[in-house]
């Protein structure tokens, strides 16, 4: 049988999963099922990063990007972004429930003493306090409001990012939900970024797995513009190596070497979650980054 | 590939006829040779059909942009790639307006535009594309371009400078070697900093690389006026009157987001 192979067009971006399989919650819709015990991937020690971030000066990456697990867990995370924007822009995919006002202060210096953007994205799932509690765990809603206000008087402009779990809510109401909520907290000028479910990980059982026929066949890539997914412009570094999306870490054949060059090799779209990158496109993408064929 | 000595370079003009007169008075008074524009003729502003003219009139060198090749081909919309519902409600007002007001003719000649061109300038292989050298609707903004990307860029496209538009903010960053990138920035619309004037660059490179961001003040109240007759969204006239971006948010980089109003 004939895959449908992806190639690298270009290194873009860059992401590191900074903490490994670690968080603080144990969200029922995670994709690689992050909890406070999974420890099944290890922090990313700056020394690793450093590396990583001189070999893709001469590749030319545009962006780096750093999720986890939660990333605030790290004890260096704010040494880790203070270097990363000395190469690029950077952006952190955060639950917004572990900031003090040190790493605050010190993120907003590093961005003002940096030509980049310092863009931070936090996670929350329902602009009511039941709808997201019983995503991210009991209390979890008041903790992520008063991460996001804790930014904003810092004069973040976080980008909050919602997963859309429950498939009967329009994205108009979805949106404007969260709108409304954001004012509420002081965040006048609030960035909503919904993205789809990955039905794979802690989400395939809330829910449910993918279905027998949503996978990508090779007849579907033909005049598909392969630059909506991710796999076409990043890759991702992790303790194991370097692996194709930080969507697939966990399956064995993600990882595709152990440097970034190694990692240039093609990727066959084998897996079921790459039905959902397909259907939305570059959903791990920040908007201002997202482009399409012509 | 045609040698040029002083050149003016804008895009983004938005329908905006009135600053493009004025830019291209303003080079021409400033002693450009040529005149280039980087696509993006509609959206946004009134009466399309005045701006194509006057590229035509004045044989300005104009490539396509993203908007062009929609209007030109006359696809569904306009791909900024917008999912913010707000910022879609008002692309496409603006779209069905400029489709709606751009002659067979006009769409014909956006339709056969270029999507680069090359020039050269003094010593310099001058690049010029829309967003980038590999995609017409690709951002570069300033705060989310590493260095060592647009070193790439000139590298895979055998360029000592870029030139590009798209974002609607100039920028510009020396790179190695001597080689260069300018965002030549838009005549359009101003450019989310509170004043009403809007951009061009005037480039020249007699020895060293030289780009001079020039504003130009034009009779915006006139053009204001114009788009309230054309019953365009009040919310694009509060940006030609104000200097602050009303629409079109989503895309902003946080850096950049962050220095305007809404």
Redesign the interface.
């Known amino acids: 049988m004939r895959l449908p192979i992806v190639p690298l067009a270009h290194l873009d971006d860059l992401w590191f999963q900074v903490t490994g399989t670690l968080c603080n919650l144990a969200c029922t819709h995670c994709f690689i099922r992050c909890t406070p015990h999974n420890r099944s991937f290890g922090f990313l020690d700056l020394g690793t990063i450093r590396r990583s971030l001189d070999e893709s000066v001469p590749l030319g990456v545009k962006e780096y990007y750093f999720t986890g697990g939660e990333p605030f867990l790290h004890p260096d995370m704010p040494a880790i972004l203070e270097l990363t924007l000395r190469y690029g822009p950077a952006t952190v995919l955060t639950n917004g429930t572990l900031f003090n006002d040190e790493i605050l202060r010190r993120l907003r210096a590093a961005e003002d003493a940096s030509p980049y953007s310092l863009e931070i994205r936090v996670s929350i799932d329902g602009y009511r306090r039941t709808e997201n509690d019983a995503v991210r765990g009991h209390g979890t809603f008041d903790r992520i409001l008063c991460g996001i206000r804790q930014l904003v008087e810092r004069e973040f402009m976080p980008i909050i990012t919602v997963t859309k779990t429950d498939d009967n809510q329009g994205d108009a109401d979805l949106f404007d939900g969260f709108v409304r909520l954001m004012r509420e907290n002081g965040y006048t000028r609030p960035r909503v970024k919904i993205l789809p479910t990955l039905r794979i990980g802690a989400e395939a059982e809330r829910r449910r797995g993918y279905g027998t026929e949503e996978r990508v066949s090779m007849e579907m890539l033909e005049g598909f513009d392969q630059g909506t997914l991710l796999c076409n412009h990043a890759r991702i570094v992790s303790d194991r190596g370097v692996h194709v999306c930080p969507i697939l870490i966990e399956a064995s054949d993600s990882r595709l070497g152990a440097t970034l060059a190694e990692a240039e090799q093609p990727f066959a779209l084998t897996h079921q979650a790459c039905f959902t990158c397909y259907q939305y496109g570059t959903i791990c993408s920040n908007p201002t980054s997202q482009s399409h064929d012509v | 590939m045609s040698e040029c000595r002083k050149i003016a370079v804008f895009g983004g003009v938005y329908n905006n006829h009135l600053a493009l007169t004025a830019a291209l008075e303003d080079a021409r008074r400033r002693g450009a040779d040529t005149a280039f524009c980087l696509g993006d003729m509609g959206a946004f502003g009134p009466h399309p059909d005045r701006t194509i003219s006057i590229l035509r009139e004045h044989d300005v060198q104009c490539i396509q942009g993203?908007y062009d090749?929609s209007i030109g081909n006359e696809l569904p919309d306009c791909?900024c790639?917008y999912?913010?519902?707000r910022d879609n409600h008002f692309a496409r007002i603006s779209y069905a307006y400029t489709l709606a007001n751009t002659s067979l003719t006009n769409r014909e000649w956006l339709r056969q535009l270029p999507a680069q061109r090359r020039v050269r300038l003094g010593k310099y292989r001058v690049f010029m594309c829309h967003?980038s050298p590999?995609?017409?609707?690709?951002?570069l903004?300033?705060?989310?371009?590493?260095?060592?990307?647009l070193?790439?860029?000139c590298?895979n496209y055998d360029a000592d400078v870029i030139l590009a538009t798209h974002t609607g903010i100039k920028w510009h960053r020396p790179l190695a070697d001597g080689r260069q990138f300018v965002n030549v920035g838009v005549l359009g619309r101003p450019e989310n900093d509170g004043r009403t004037n809007v951009w061009y660059a005037l480039l020249s490179a007699e020895s060293d690389f030289q780009v001079e961001f020039v504003p130009v003040a034009y009779d915006h109240e006139r053009l204001a006026a114009q788009m309230r007759s054309e019953n365009l969204p009040g919310e694009f006239v509060a940006t030609i009157l104000s200097g602050w971006w009303t629409t079109c948010?989503?895309?902003?980089?946080?850096?950049?987001?962050?220095r305007g109003r809404?």
């Open positions: 993203n090749n791909q790639g999912t913010d519902p967003g590999r995609r017409t609707n690709e951002f903004w300033e705060s989310t371009t590493s260095t060592h990307f070193e790439h860029l590298r948010l989503e895309v902003l980089p946080a850096k950049e987001r962050r809404y």
